[in-house]
């Protein structure tokens, strides 16, 4: 009772502080690309980082405590976002997709990436790892929520996902960089 | 979106009513199809959030970025289809964020949260365990403030040696870092007993 007790408190601990940490990374003022603006800001980092290091279950239940604090009305998305109306405009998808991107994320890197030998094999199918479910999960919730919501059918909905494709795939490379790294010296953090 | 201050009579209300008929106006506005009345409605929600003397400051942001949304929104939707949908389209987002706005400034976040616990109660079957849900959530807005600063730190540090521009250089320290505050964390709820596994069985 007293092992299991201690992993279970331990768990939570280690869910809340990545939760923390996506939070963190949308306070950081954003950053305006190009002549559209479109918010670029480091949390869908956050979302990766919590599947790819703490495993589907820890990692999803970090980006769900992030979006449940987010709707009941806490200023935690970037540009000071929060509320019902978050999850019932345009982008309210997207939200939804962090849930299971990092959940896929962390299924790939605790059944996949850790079970390869060398540093390059973890590299690349870490890569590969958070592009399905960082980029790929969350796009397949946030664009047909978009086409759905606003009647833009889906093409054009995927064009407005495109803007943000360079942004998420520089955040897909460091996540897979950082998180070999770190399996590297907290071998236990997925057992 | 904090309503810590509102008093007004929406203020009052209890949460789950006020959810609720968010829920149903939400699904009612998309069975409306004609501009003119989502219109008459953005105007009734405006007019709602008005009268609950709301801090307009908190919305001019999240305003900001939803009306660029629906700008592309409307001109993308205007050339594929005809201008007409485009307007009923956008009005009817407006309206119901609005309708939303004045739910979560009139709802304290207390009031909302301890309203996701209950629908979520059903939960608890499943294998969930409301205290340990609580020390997460309780855990998670403790350490906000408290990464926001790590990560401005190492930031900081990595910009006097020159690698501010290197993500790795701030990713690592700031993964590291978090994941020393929690084992810190952790052993001290242990050292002090806490215990939070169910015994009723």
Known sequence: MATATTSQTRNTVYVAIFAAMIAAMGLVPPIVIGIVPVPITLQTLGVMLAGALLGPVRGMLSSLIVVVLALAGLPLLAGGRGGLAVLLGPTGGYLLGWIFGSLVIGALFKFWVLRQKSQTGRIITGLVSVIIGGIGVIYLFGIPWTAAVTGLDLGTSAIGAIAFLPGDLIKAVVTALVAVTVHRSYRALMS | ?201
């Open chain 2, 1 to 201: 979106m904090i309503a810590a201050q509102n008093t007004s009579y929406l203020a009052k209300l209890p949460a789950g009513l006020k959810f609720g008929a968010l829920l149903v106006l939400s699904i009612g506005l998309y069975l409306i199809g004609s501009w003119q009345i989502l219109l008459v409605l953005l105007i009734l929600s405006v007019l709602i959030l008005l009268s609950a003397r709301v801090n307009l400051r908190q919305l001019r942001m999240p305003l900001v970025t939803l009306l660029l949304i629906l700008g592309i929104v409307f001109v993308s939707l205007g050339i594929q289809t005809t201008w007409d949908s485009a307007l009923v389209s956008v009005l009817r987002l407006l309206t119901m964020c609005m309708f939303a706005y004045a739910v979560s400034l009139t709802t304290t976040f207390d009031a909302m949260l301890e309203l996701f616990q209950q629908v979520a109660s059903p939960l608890r079957h499943v294998g969930a365990n409301p205290a340990q849900i609580s020390l997460g959530l309780s855990l998670a807005i403790r350490f906000i403030p408290e990464l926001k600063r790590v990560y401005l730190e190492v930031r900081e540090a990595q910009h006097a040696r020159g690698l501010a521009n290197n993500p790795l250089a701030v990713a690592v320290p700031l993964v590291i870092r978090s994941l020393r505050i929690a084992e810190d964390t952790a052993e001290a709820l242990e050292a002090r007993g806490y215990d939070s596994a169910e015994h009723s069985k």
